[in-house]
């Protein structure tokens, strides 16, 4: 596509439920970055994928994050028994190869946990 | 991979002036890159200037680089109300993971 795709923008939740967030990177884009943000702090780096392997799953915070991205294109942030602590912006971005070129973002997911 | 530190945390200017933005880093890098982001949804790359460039323009910004000193600054000139956003740099190691800091808020008033 045009640019990268994130579904729900937003996503309100009751404490304890399950959520999947999706995104749809840039047509070819071989790495996807999944990234959170909280009120006033800069992004913090959660996964990424080259491919259809996560290559790096450091910024996970606990086993109740989980992400796929099954055929190398659409992947989806998985999150188990929410907390209210991970009311944040989600943010999905892209790249072609090595990312030199830059990392295209799109525009997030708002998740609220109530 | 490794975080850039942004300085100042927040800046205020008129319409017109120029914004200056610094970032500060660690280790040696690849390259740098500097994103923007309005009202906290997605970021969106606006440079990137490599280990072996000093200098880099497009249209009204301006990236030095400085290797020896491992910071780098983002200059805007002729600000506009539309440039109020937050300034995120991002120092590239090579190992793809970009991790940032907590910006400079920028705010261009009228």
């Known amino acids: 596509g045009a640019g990268v795709s994130q579904t729900p923008s937003n996503k309100v939740t009751e404490k304890g439920k399950y959520v999947e967030l999706r995104c749809d990177p840039i047509s070819g884009h071989t790495a996807l970055y999944w990234y959170r943000q909280s009120l006033g702090q800069g992004p913090e780096f959660l996964i990424y994928f080259q491919g259809t392997g996560a290559a790096d799953d450091s910024g996970l915070p606990n086993d109740r994050f989980f992400a796929v991205r099954p055929e190398g294109s659409v992947s989806t942030l998985k999150i188990q028994r929410t907390e209210r602590g991970d009311s944040a912006v989600y943010l999905c971005a892209s790249s072609q190869g090595a990312g030199e070129g830059g990392y295209t973002f799109g525009s997030g997911t708002r998740l609220t946990v109530v | 991979s490794q975080q850039g530190e942004e300085d100042p945390q927040a800046l205020s200017i008129q319409e017109g002036e120029n914004a200056t933005m610094n970032c500060s880093y660690k280790t040696s890098i690849n390259n740098l890159q500097w994103y923007r982001q309005n009202s906290g949804r997605g970021l969106v790359h606006l440079i990137l200037?490599?280990?072996?460039?000093r200098e880099k323009h497009s249209g009204r910004l301006r990236v030095t680089l400085d290797t020896s000193k491992k910071s780098s600054s983002l200059l805007i000139t002729a600000s506009r109300a539309a440039d109020t956003a937050s300034y995120f740099c991002a120092p590239n190691t090579g190992f793809q993971k970009l991790v940032f800091g907590t910006g400079t808020r920028l705010l261009v008033s009228p």
């Open positions: 200037i490599r280990s072996n460039e």
